[in-house]
């Protein structure tokens, strides 16, 4: 997999891109038209994200791409009892694929389970076909068990072992005479993911820190054996996907009305009613897909095709590392190389570049947004705030440093000794901005805030006539509101305050004046306040007090 370059999202979601040999070495006619099995895939990859796409379109063209017909495993014939019961029977612990009957009338339906033969009621004095049996039916790592009844069975297929993966056929065109083509596979999976987390060791007699930033990943995909990916991007933000739950047919095998059922479910349309007994294909969840192989296949039309020049001893040269970062449209992309994502074995490694001697401080920290309501006069509010004992430095690190657990360690005089302090939460902070990490409440150090409301009101024209009736004027009353925060010390030395609040509404003044503004945009289209993150910074002194006013205006429709 040096080739490939997967880019992985917090949701456990991943579009992963690998290069494909269309066809073997030999050099192929211009204009003529072949096929070859390119993969492995998955056993799930969202309806839509499945292509292939040429690296030089000028020597091929993709025509089309196929599910790959799978091969037929012959089940154990039954000594006497030729029933659906008696070749369950005798293939006990073998892997099935069993086709059944449920419901009646026109809610009747077959329902297709895959799973391992572990029970048979033996035949004893019921008939034939009204025998019980019971397959272990395994869901990622839960393993149940599914009770039938054998009369309710119409088809029973054996299946391979292990089966996770799937592989596509591609029809292809040359355009001009060469060799085999290369091309990129790619798709939008699930099942692979990756967590991140901080670490700050803190040297208290220097007020310095080091900060760390860990990845860990985590793989359920079979492709992923250890071979270091040569490109891996972490993704922090959650990107939408409308059809995250759909299987892509060409993984599924699903058949063609249960196809068009649940996509009109995933699409909130209309579907047609379910009126066949035994509607074709599978469930996408239980489908029958192609056995697995220990190594990645990068196409061929027979025999062992063409795979990836690796042996098994081989132990790849490249270093694991952190390749850089850089924003995509909305995304930022933390880029790593070399990444060796193994199969059911998480890998930790770091993913921003280790920044020491960073100054801190030691403050208090004041969140207006988590307040708790304590007394109320019409539309003015009092409300107590909770204060938190913090530290505050700057992320240096040149790039964004995602929401993630932090755990903060006490730097021992020994050398390499730490002390683990507290674990907390980093917020989302964007280079060279204050980050404040929470580490206890405050025991001592009070806050009230009161907010006032203003009994005038002013109107204000925010759109103009669109015709000489005077139609499509609109107006807005500004509420205005007073807000005032009053923090007691009582301790014999002076503290440092950093306050944060959301304001939605348009400030108009302050005291202290505001030290950091970061617009938010608006919760829907035509909000008429937007919001505004605020940071002030307030000294208070010993055994005293500080206060910090502000005056703002809400807009609403008159």
């Not at 790959?68 to 099935?96: C, H, I, Q, Y």
Request: hydrophobic fraction near 35%; charge should be negative.
């Amino acid at each position: 997999m040096s080739g490939s370059s997967v880019i992985l999202f917090k949701t456990g979601y991943s579009f992963i891109s690998q290069p494909v040999q269309l066809g073997q070495g030999e050099e192929g006619k211009e204009g003529a038209v072949e096929e070859c099995r390119i993969g492995p895939l998955p056993a799930f990859a969202v309806h839509g994200t499945v292509a292939v796409q040429a690296w030089n379109t000028d020597q091929v063209e993709v025509l089309s791409l196929g599910r790959r017909k799978k091969e037929d495993l012959e089940l154990s014939l039954p000594t006497e009892d030729m029933s659906m019961a008696g070749f369950l029977e005798a293939n006990m612990g073998t892997m099935v694929s069993v086709d059944v009957e449920e419901g009646q009338g026109m809610r009747a339906s077959t329902r297709c389970y895959q799973g391992r033969v572990k029970w048979v009621k033996a035949m004893g004095d019921v008939g034939t076909e009204a025998r019980l049996a019971m397959l272990e039916i395994k869901k990622g790592q839960v393993k149940k068990d599914k009770l039938f009844n054998c009369s309710n069975i119409v088809n029973i297929e054996k299946i391979a072992e292990d089966e996770e993966e799937v592989s596509l056929v591609a029809r292809y065109r040359r355009t001009a005479t060469s060799k085999a083509p290369m091309a990129t596979l790619s798709y939008l999976t699930r099942g692979l993911a990756w967590a991140p987390s901080y670490s700050l060791l803190i040297n208290k007699e220097e007020m310095t820190l080091r900060l760390d930033g860990h990845a860990t990943f985590l793989c359920d995909l079979p492709q992923f054996d250890g071979e270091p990916v040569g490109c891996v991007s972490l993704v922090a933000e959650r990107p939408k996907v409308h059809l995250e739950q759909l299987c892509d047919p060409l993984v599924s095998g699903m058949g063609a009305m249960d196809f068009i059922r649940q996509l009109g479910a995933e699409t909130g349309q209309q579907v047609p009613q379910r009126h066949e007994l035994k509607p074709p294909g599978a469930q996408y969840e239980q489908h029958s897909r192609s056995k697995k192989s220990s190594n990645v296949m990068l196409g061929g039309c027979s025999g062992r095709g063409y795979e990836m020049e690796m042996e098994e001893s081989y132990i790849s040269q490249s270093v694991e590392g952190i390749k850089g970062g850089e924003s995509v449209e909305d995304f930022f992309h933390y880029q790593l190389q070399s990444v060796p994502l193994n199969h059911k074995q998480p890998v930790k490694m770091p993913f921003i570049k280790q920044c020491g001697d960073i100054k801190y401080e030691d403050i208090y920290f004041i969140d207006l947004d988590n307040s708790v309501r304590i007394a109320s006069s019409g539309e003015d509010v009092e409300s107590s705030v909770e204060v938190k004992h913090a530290m505050s430095f700057k992320n240096s690190s040149g790039q964004p440093l995602t929401s993630a657990p932090v755990s903060i360690l006490a730097r021992e005089k020994e050398e390499g000794q730490s002390k683990f302090m507290v674990q907390g939460m980093m917020k989302f902070t964007g280079p060279g901005k204050p980050v404040i990490v929470e580490i206890t409440r405050s025991k001592d150090v009070q806050a009230n805030y009161v907010v006032e409301t203003g009994s005038d009101r002013k109107t204000e024209l925010i759109s103009k006539a669109v015709s000489w009736t005077g139609a499509g004027k609109k107006y807005v009353d500004i509420i205005s509101k007073k807000g005032k925060l009053t923090i007691k010390n009582p301790r014999k030395t002076q503290i440092n305050c950093k306050i944060e609040h959301a304001l939605q509404g348009h400030l108009e003044k302050s005291n202290p004046v505001v030290k950091e503004v970061t617009e938010r945009q608006s919760g829907y289209h035509g909000e008429l306040s937007h919001i505004s993150k605020l940071l002030w910074e307030l000294s208070v002194p010993a055994e005293g007090t500080a206060e910090l006013s502000i005056e703002y205006g809400i807009k609403v429709w008159k």
